[in-house]
C-alpha cells in the first residue's frame, strides 16, 4: 500500500476510516463534494454539523460518518481564491494540516481528500496540488503512524495535475520513503 496516492473516483464510495469534506465556514452544506456527501451521508449529517457551529477557513471539524462507509467525516474549509496574495497557500495548506492532525487525535490512521478549494472557490488545481501535497507528505513524514493518505480526484484531468506535481516536486526524494508496503 503506497502511503500516498492520487486515484480517480467518488470520495463518498470511499473505504477510507475518514474522508475529508471540502465544506464552506457555515459547515450547512453547499454544492460540488460538500453536497454529494451530505446527500450520501442523510440528513443526520446536517444535525451534526449544526451542532458545531461552523468552522473558519484553514480549520477542521470531525463528524461521524453517518450513512457513509467512512467512520468520520473530517469537514474543512479551503480559502477563495482571489489571485493569489492573499494567504490562500497558508490557507490551503493549513486546512490539510489541520484535518490530518485531526485524524491523528482521533487514532484514524487512513483518510481520503478530495481536491480542496479547486472547484467552486476557483483554486487553479496545478498550485493547489503542490500546496496539498506538500502539507501531506510533510505530515506523513513526522507521523509513522498515518498508514494512509489519498487525493480521491472526481475527474481523470485533476488527478492527472495532481501526479504531474507529485512527479515534479516531491517523487525524487520521497519516493524510497512513500511509494513502499506500509509495515506498521
Ligand atoms: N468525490 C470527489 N471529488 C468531488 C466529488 C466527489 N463526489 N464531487 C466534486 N468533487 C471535486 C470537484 O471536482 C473539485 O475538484 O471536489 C473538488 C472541490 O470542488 P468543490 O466541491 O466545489 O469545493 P471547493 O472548491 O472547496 O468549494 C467549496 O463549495 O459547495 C460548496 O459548500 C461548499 O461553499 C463550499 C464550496
Do not use: E, H, L
Given at each position: 500500500m503506497k502511503r500516498f496516492?492520487?486515484?480517480v473516483g467518488d470520495i463518498t464510495q470511499s473505504d477510507a476510516q475518514a474522508i475529508v469534506n471540502a465544506a464552506n465556514e457555515t459547515l450547512l452544506g453547499g454544492g460540488g463534494v460538500d453536497g454529494a456527501i451530505h446527500r450520501a451521508a442523510g440528513p443526520e449529517l446536517l444535525e451534526e454539523c449544526r451542532a458545531i457551529g461552523g468552522c473558519p477557513t484553514g480549520e477542521a471539524r470531525l463528524t461521524t460518518g453517518c450513512r457513509l462507509r467512512a467512520k468520520y467525516i473530517i469537514h474543512t474549509v479551503g480559502p477563495v481564491w482571489h489571485g493569489g496574495q492573499q494567504g490562500e497557500p497558508a490557507l490551503l495548506a493549513s486546512a490539510y494540516r489541520s484535518c490530518l492532525e485531526l485524524a491523528a487525535a482521533h487514532g484514524i490512521t487512513t483518510v481520503d481528500?478530495?481536491?480542496?478549494?479547486?472547484?467552486?472557490?476557483?483554486?487553479?488545481?496545478?498550485?493547489?496540488?503542490?500546496v496539498a501535497e506538500r502539507a501531506i507528505l510533510a505530515f506523513l513524514e513526522d507521523h509513522p503512524e498515518m498508514h494512509q493518505v489519498r487525493m480521491v480526484c472526481h475527474r481523470e484531468e485533476t488527478a492527472r495535475i495532481y501526479r504531474q506535481m507529485y512527479n515534479f516536486w516531491f517523487a525524487a526524494t520521497k519516493a524510497d520513503r512513500l511509494d513502499v508496503e506500509h509495515k506498521g
Open positions: 496516492d492520487v486515484i481528500f478530495p481536491s480542496i478549494s479547486t472547484g467552486v472557490f476557483g483554486y487553479p488545481v496545478m498550485q493547489a496540488a503542490t
